[in-house]
């Protein structure tokens, strides 16, 4: 089945820089490409997704990037905020569209110092 | 609000137990998929139904079942219940079978003891 790794687990940014996630997943037949951030004790929350025939998709502060070839993607915050603080999840659907449910990594804990 | 609600908010209950979880997708959503999330399993894929079917099955132990009604809510049964089963339950729930663009309802904290 699908396998996602995510990194770093921890990221620590300065207020205004710009954050960056990567994961790498191992089923090639995955077209779906979802990001959650999850507040604690709240509901993961669906903040940008991108499909297999898209290499990148933007929006305001937040991008994704979509690597086929090398089978992984990341997520981009750009001008970061304290409300950016969270869990971030990525996830890829094992056959192509998410018959399989979503794979999740392990997490990214974002944290915006001030 | 993702529009999708979940009941309970918590439930305590003892090992060897059975409860059932419940899930209302958002209006007009045909999919419902439920996740369990703990912190040495992460978020897992359990089971996903369409439309009243069983469309796929994860990392779901056969002590726990679901079923999707004509009104499409969802349960999720749990049974035989252990210590390890404590975590949260999440449903999620889709306009289309195919997965993409899942929101997630509040979770059910369920407590083994």
């Known amino acids: 089945g699908e396998n996602v790794e995510q990194h770093p687990s921890t990221l620590s940014v300065q207020e205004g820089d710009s954050a960056v996630i990567k994961c790498t997943y191992s089923d090639s037949a995955s077209n779906y490409f979802p990001w959650y951030k999850q507040e604690l004790g709240k509901r993961p929350q669906l903040i940008i997704d991108?499909?297999?025939?898209?290499g990148e998709k933007k929006d305001q502060r937040i991008a994704v990037t979509l690597n086929k070839t090398a089978k992984h993607f990341s997520l981009h915050i750009t001008e970061t905020q304290p409300e950016d603080s969270a869990v971030y999840f990525c996830?890829?659907?094992?056959?192509?569209?998410?018959?399989?449910?979503?794979?999740f990594g392990k997490g990214t804990h974002l944290i915006i110092q001030p | 609000d993702s529009g999708v609600t979940q009941t309970p908010k918590h439930l305590i209950t003892a090992t060897g137990q059975r409860v059932t979880l419940r899930c209302s997708p958002r209006?007009?959503?045909?999919?419902v998929y439920w996740y369990q999330q703990s912190l040495d399993q992460g978020l897992q894929f359990l089971i996903q139904?369409?439309?009243?079917?069983?469309?796929a099955k994860g990392n779901i132990l056969e002590r726990f079942s679901a079923q999707q009604f004509p009104d499409l809510h969802s349960e999720l049964n749990l049974s035989s219940l252990e210590l390890g089963d404590s975590a949260l339950y999440f449903c999620?729930?889709?306009?289309?079978?195919?997965?993409?663009?899942?929101?997630f309802g509040p979770g059910t904290r369920l407590t083994v003891t």
């Open positions: 139904y369409y439309n009243g079917e069983e469309r």
């Open positions: 991108i499909r297999s025939n898209v």
């Open positions: 209006s007009g959503d045909l999919s």
């Open positions: 999620a729930s889709s306009v289309a079978e195919g997965g993409y663009e899942q929101y």
């Open positions: 996830a890829a659907s094992g056959t192509g569209g998410g018959a399989d449910g979503l794979t």
